[in-house]
């Protein structure tokens, strides 16, 4: 057999884009990581080396100056740069989530002025859904858009917003009252600009930076809306799209855990390539231990589930753009991809032993990274909910 989560069916030009990101990330994100990990330091070199490969773009039709890629590619890009350091990957994904909104979702205007800008990285994008008290439940989200003319007053506080202090531009989800009977249907995605940073914008403030478990050197940081006055033209779609939020960023959400599926995909990946060559390095009662059958059969799982996780997530991503919706398939591929992390992690901890818990060692970093893709774009929870629904339409007794 050949080496574990390779990808049928690729085309030249995505082979030689995955390869260019294989070799950067061996090159300039692997020898790095560690050191900027420990410092939580935002990685910038490593940024601009990722805008001159056209990364920000890389799904961004060419029209736009993008490079018009799939979203398989983009995941399987994903997948390479979180096998180096799960922060970078997170750099670009909500950035991506906001470009397909606005090319999926914007008016010719929003397509024309934002897109460019946002495939050569100069302007980069936040997703913002999540508040401090509603978690999963988006209808109990708190935030208000209300009408004034032809403005919104808008105020609220949103939370775990990615790129935070670097975008300059958050696609927010607020209430809205557009007089729907669904709680669903008053809900608006305003595309909202400011000048990147900390600190207060125009009734938008971003406090500081969260503190976290892992997922260091990218910021994390809540957005505090106090009166900020938004045009009727800043609303994804234009005016006409109020009160169709909701259905918009269900539709990013997509394309999200697809996302956090090849992240989770990555992280185990490079779980497992640590684990098998120390299991080759360390040697006891004169053997190298993977001669022992309790690590070879970890070892044999640990492949299975990266494997399992892998075909899931390009599963999904096909389905996807192929045309078809893929809410199932990208909540099958983000719990499976996300558990089977945890597990393929926490095994190359294990058989890393007492060096698994220091500093030094890699696998100290991952064991840290992998808890985020539990929870990041909906728990497992969430994800059987979704998955479960669907089963009971489709398999539903007749008569």
Request: net charge negative; with cysteine; hydrophobic share 40%.
């Amino acid at each position: 057999m050949g080496r574990i989560a390779q990808t049928d069916g690729l085309t030249e030009v995505q082979s030689d884009i995955l390869a260019a990101v294989r070799s950067f990330v061996d090159k300039e994100i692997l020898p790095n990581a560690g050191d900027l990990e420990r410092k939580d330091e935002y990685p910038e070199a490593i940024v601009e080396a990722m805008k001159e490969m056209g990364l920000f773009g890389i799904t961004i039709p060419e029209q736009y100056g993008g490079l018009g890629e799939s979203l398989l590619t983009y995941a399987l890009v994903v997948e390479e740069i979180a096998r180096g350091w799960m922060s970078v990957s997170g750099v670009i994904n909500t950035h991506f989530i906001v470009a397909y909104l606005v090319l999926q979702h914007g008016t010719d205007e929003q397509r024309e002025r934002l897109l460019p800008r946002m495939a050569t990285g100069e302007l980069r994008g936040a997703f913002s859904m999540s508040e401090p008290g509603c978690g999963s439940d988006v209808s109990a989200i708190t935030t208000r858009a209300d009408r004034d003319g032809d403005e919104y007053t808008i105020t609220g506080q949103k939370m775990w917003l990615t790129n935070g202090a670097r975008a300059g531009l958050v696609a927010t989800l607020v209430k809205t009252d557009e007089g729907a009977e669904s709680v669903y249907r008053n809900m608006t995605t305003f595309l909202l600009e400011k000048e990147p940073g900390f600190g207060t914008d125009g009734g938008i403030t971003i406090p500081g930076k969260l503190e976290k478990l892992g997922y260091k050197g990218v910021e994390t940081t809540e957005m505090i809306l106090d009166g900020h006055r938004a045009s009727a033209g800043s609303i994804l779609g234009g005016p006409g799209a109020a009160g169709r939020g909701f259905y918009q960023m269900m539709d990013g959400v997509e394309v999200g855990r697809v996302n956090v599926a090849a992240r989770a995909c990555g992280i185990m990946i490079r779980a497992f390539e640590l684990a098998i060559a120390y299991a080759q390095q360390r040697r006891t009662f004169g053997h190298q231990i993977a001669d022992h059958q309790a690590i070879a059969f970890k070892l044999a799982d640990m492949a299975t589930k990266v494997e399992a996780g892998h075909l899931m997530m390009v599963n999904a991503a096909r389905k996807k753009d192929s045309g078809q919706r893929n809410d199932v398939e990208a909540g099958m591929a983000k719990y499976l991809a996300s558990e089977y992390c945890h597990e393929v992690t926490t095994e190359s901890f294990r058989i890393h032993g007492g060096y698994g818990y220091s500093k030094e060692y890699e696998i100290e970093r991952l064991y840290r990274e992998a808890p985020f893709m539990l929870i990041g774009e909906g728990t497992s929870e969430v994800q059987k909910r979704i998955i479960s629904r669907a089963l009971l339409k489709e398999y539903k007794l007749r008569g």
